[in-house]
C-alpha cells in the first residue's frame, strides 16, 4: 500500500513539474510574442536597413534621441533604456528580411487611355506631384537621423500597355476612361541594399538610404464604399511566398484524418 501511494505522489509531482513548465513556456511565448507585435511599421523598416546593411541598430542612441525618453524624468530614464533595449531587440531578432516585407498605401491618380490604331490601351498613374523627374521617398525615423526607402522601378509600373484579354479584364472596372481617377497603390516591398557610408545632409538631418525591390503591387479604386482590384503584380520571385501567404487557413494545415493515411 506505502509502495502505491509513493508511486501515485512521483506521478502527481511528475505531473505538477510538467505543469510548471509547460506555463512557464507558454509564458515566454506570449511575451515574445508580445514584444513582437509591439514593434511598429516603422520600426521595422529601421529593422529592414539594418539587416540589409548587416549589422545592428545603434539601441541606445535610437531610443535616448526619442522625445518619449526626453520626456522622462531621471529616475525613470534608466528602466525605459532597459524596456526598450528589450522590445526593440527582440523584435530586430524576429524581423524576416525574406518574409517580413514593407508595405506603403501611395495616393496616385490613374487614367486609362483608350487605343487607336496605331497604339495600345494603357493603364497610368501619376504621383500627386508637378515635376515629372519626381522619385517618391519614404522616411522613417531612427533617432535623429531619418531612414529614406526608394522603390526600385516603381516608374516601370506607371505606364503599362494593355494586351485585348487585359484590356478586357480592366476596362469594366475603371470609373472613367481617358480621365484622370483617384486610386490608391498597395506595394509590399523587400529591402534589398542599405547605404550605410555616407549619409545626406538635410537641413542638419543625416538621411540615410535604402533601395527596396516589389515583392508585390496592387491599384485600387473605391467603388461603391469599397475597394475594387484594378490590377496587380507578384515578382516571379515571390509569387510562392505570395500564395502559400494567400492560401485559405484551412488548406495550410492537413486534416486530421490525413495523417492517419499510409
Avoid at 502527481?12 to 510548471?20: A, D, P
Avoid at 535623429?144 to 503599362?160: G, K, M
Wanted: charged residues 30%; glycine residues 4%; proline residues 5%.
Amino acid at each position: 500500500m506505502l509502495e502505491k501511494i509513493k508511486k501515485t505522489n512521483n506521478f502527481l509531482q511528475s505531473i505538477g513539474f510538467l505543469f510548471v513548465f509547460l506555463v512557464s513556456f507558454s509564458a515566454n511565448m506570449a511575451l515574445a510574442t508580445e514584444h513582437e507585435e509591439k514593434t511598429t511599421p516603422k520600426e521595422r523598416a529601421v529593422f529592414a536597413f539594418f539587416r540589409a546593411a548587416g549589422t545592428v541598430p545603434d539601441y541606445d542612441f535610437w531610443i535616448k534621441s526619442s522625445g518619449r525618453y526626453n520626456a522622462l524624468s531621471e529616475n525613470h530614464k534608466t528602466a525605459y533604456i532597459l524596456d526598450e533595449i528589450l522590445r526593440l531587440g527582440r523584435g530586430y531578432s524576429a524581423y524576416d528580411a525574406d518574409e517580413d516585407m514593407l508595405e506603403l498605401k501611395i495616393n496616385v491618380i490613374v487614367k486609362y487611355i483608350s487605343g487607336t490604331e496605331d497604339k495600345k490601351p494603357r493603364i497610368t498613374f501619376e504621383f500627386f506631384q508637378v515635376d515629372e523627374a519626381y522619385v517618391p521617398t519614404f522616411s522613417y525615423p531612427y533617432g535623429d537621423d531619418v531612414i529614406s526607402l526608394i522603390i526600385d522601378r516603381l516608374a516601370a509600373f506607371s505606364n503599362v500597355p494593355l494586351d485585348d484579354a487585359q484590356k478586357e479584364t480592366l476596362l469594366p472596372k475603371v470609373p472613367y476612361v481617358d480621365e484622370y481617377f483617384d486610386a490608391k497603390l498597395i506595394v509590399h516591398v523587400r529591402v534589398s541594399r542599405a547605404e550605410t557610408e555616407k549619409p545626406i545632409i538635410t537641413n542638419g538631418v543625416k538621411q540615410w538610404l535604402m533601395i527596396g525591390d516589389v515583392a508585390h503591387l496592387k491599384c485600387e479604386v473605391e467603388y461603391m464604399g469599397k475597394n475594387r482590384l484594378l490590377w496587380d503584380f507578384v515578382a516571379p520571385w515571390y509569387e510562392e511566398a505570395f500564395e502559400e501567404k494567400n492560401r485559405p487557413e484551412e488548406e495550410k494545415y492537413p486534416h486530421p484524418y490525413d495523417l492517419f493515411k499510409d
